[in-house]
């Protein structure tokens, strides 16, 4: 997950200032760019304060707002890369390629954060922050145009799922089991991707579809074993028993389109378990999940309980090369059966 910040010194209204912050805050951001003599806005709530004078950056990080508009004002941000912490860099006309210049004299040396105003900007940065920048600086002077920034902003690069049929469904004794509740509500088709291997993580989806038992809980994905992959918003994958209360979690929907929430509760119950076998290109992968009509996976067009599961059925995955080592992606040939 890329940083999201927001400047909270543009305007020379200290009231307007205030009301800057408090937007960005409700709409999710904890970092703030602010004047000399604004540190009193950490009172607000749980932020972190960058003071801005003239330009240069104090505070937890340290470095240099500049603008890049000409190639002479480019060169200098350049010479800036690798001898400061942090460039809050503003293209004017949200221009690409001095980023991409300057991500590349800083040699990760440098934090490179992109000033954004409007939506049409976010909407751009989403394909500059994957070629590495390390996140975007909401800048601009109406409150109520933060949300949609940060809305726009707040999902990540698209996931690439495959339909898999399923070879077979059956019953395995009781096991330990994660139910992973978050502090976001989902809707149909969106869930999470989990995995007895590396290499195949099935999309579970949220328990947000009432039926005649239960009431719907769309904040919760029932995710299965305690030994099961996860995958988390930096691409990474953890196990579901180290999960807690305030760690981030990847949501993905049947499109790919991802975002991130925070985790309110993991329970961790005695259920009767099954484990779900499914192929792709000769290849075969499972899961294990609570035998449970609640427990859906996401499917091309819908969802599917797993007591309703039949050979044949498609349902959507995510596949990977490779293993991992401490959640990290390795180039090596790991077969996990």
């Given at each position: 997950?890329?940083?999201i910040?927001?400047?909270?010194?543009?305007?020379?209204d200290?009231?307007?200032?205030?009301?800057?912050?408090?937007?960005?805050?409700?709409?999710?951001?904890?970092?703030?760019?602010v004047?000399?003599?604004?540190?009193?806005?950490?009172?607000?709530?749980?932020?972190?304060?960058?003071?801005?004078?003239?330009?240069?950056?104090?505070?937890?990080?340290?470095?240099?707002?500049?603008r890049?508009?000409?190639?002479?004002?480019?060169?200098?941000?350049?010479?800036?890369?690798?001898k400061?912490e942090?460039?809050?860099?503003?293209?004017?006309?949200?221009?690409?390629?001095?980023?991409?210049?300057?991500?590349?004299?800083?040699?990760?040396?440098t934090?490179?954060?992109?000033?954004?105003?409007?939506?049409?900007?976010?909407?751009l940065?989403?394909?500059?922050?994957?070629?590495?920048?390390?996140?975007?600086?909401?800048?601009?002077?109406?409150?109520?145009?933060?949300?949609?920034?940060?809305?726009?902003?707040?999902?990540?690069?698209?996931?690439?799922?495959?339909?898999?049929?399923?070879?077979?469904?059956?019953?395995?004794?009781?096991?330990?089991?994660?139910?992973?509740?978050?502090?976001?509500?989902?809707?149909?088709?969106?869930?999470?991707?989990?995995?007895?291997?590396?290499?195949?993580?099935?999309l579970?989806?949220?328990?947000?579809?009432?039926?005649?038992?239960?009431?719907a809980?769309?904040?919760?994905?029932?995710?299965?074993?305690v030994?099961?992959?996860?995958?988390i918003?930096?691409?990474?994958?953890?196990?579901?028993?180290?999960?807690?209360?305030?760690?981030?979690?990847?949501?993905?929907?049947?499109?790919?389109?991802?975002?991130?929430?925070?985790?309110?509760?993991?329970?961790?119950?005695?259920?009767?378990m099954?484990?779900?076998?499914?192929?792709?290109?000769?290849?075969?992968?499972?899961?294990i999940?609570?035998?449970?009509?609640?427990?859906?996976?996401?499917?091309?067009?819908?969802?599917?309980?797993?007591?309703?599961?039949?050979?044949?059925?498609?349902?959507?995955?995510?596949?990977?090369?490779?293993?991992?080592?401490?959640?990290?992606?390795?180039?090596?040939?790991i077969?996990?059966?």
């Amino acid at each position: 997950m890329k940083e999201i910040w927001m400047r909270a010194d543009v305007p020379d209204d200290v009231e307007k200032r205030k009301k800057l912050l408090i937007s960005g805050l409700e709409s999710g951001i904890n970092t703030f760019i602010v004047r000399p003599g604004d540190e009193k806005f950490s009172s607000l709530g749980k932020v972190r304060l960058i003071v801005n004078t003239d330009g240069k950056l104090s505070g937890e990080l340290k470095g240099r707002v500049v603008r890049v508009s000409t190639p002479e004002e480019q060169t200098a941000a350049m010479n800036l890369c690798s001898k400061e912490e942090v460039l809050v860099v503003s293209t004017g006309d949200w221009s690409i390629i001095p980023y991409e210049n300057l991500i590349a004299a800083s040699s990760g040396k440098t934090k490179i954060m992109a000033c954004v105003s409007s939506s049409k900007d976010a909407e751009l940065c989403k394909n500059i922050l994957e070629k590495g920048t390390d996140g975007i600086v909401v800048d601009v002077k109406d409150p109520d145009a933060v949300k949609n920034i940060v809305k726009n902003v707040s999902i990540t690069s698209e996931l690439g799922l495959t339909p898999l049929k399923i070879v077979s469904v059956k019953n395995i004794q009781t096991g330990d089991r994660i139910c992973i509740d978050t502090c976001s509500n989902m809707i149909p088709g969106e869930g999470m991707l989990i995995g007895s291997q590396s290499s195949c993580l099935f999309l579970v989806q949220s328990e947000s579809e009432e039926n005649g038992y239960v009431a719907a809980r769309p904040f919760r994905v029932n995710a299965g074993a305690v030994h099961a992959y996860i995958m988390i918003p930096d691409g990474k994958t953890r196990y579901l028993s180290e999960l807690q209360a305030g760690d981030d979690i990847l949501i993905v929907d049947r499109k790919g389109d991802t975002k991130v929430a925070s985790i309110g509760r993991c329970k961790a119950e005695v259920r009767p378990m099954l484990i779900v076998t499914a192929a792709h290109n000769g290849e075969e992968y499972t899961t294990i999940l609570q035998n449970a009509e609640t427990v859906k996976l996401v499917t091309p067009k819908g969802s599917v309980s797993v007591n309703e599961l039949k050979k044949g059925d498609e349902v959507l995955a995510h596949l990977m090369e490779g293993g991992r080592h401490f959640g990290m992606a390795v180039n090596e040939k790991i077969k996990e059966n």
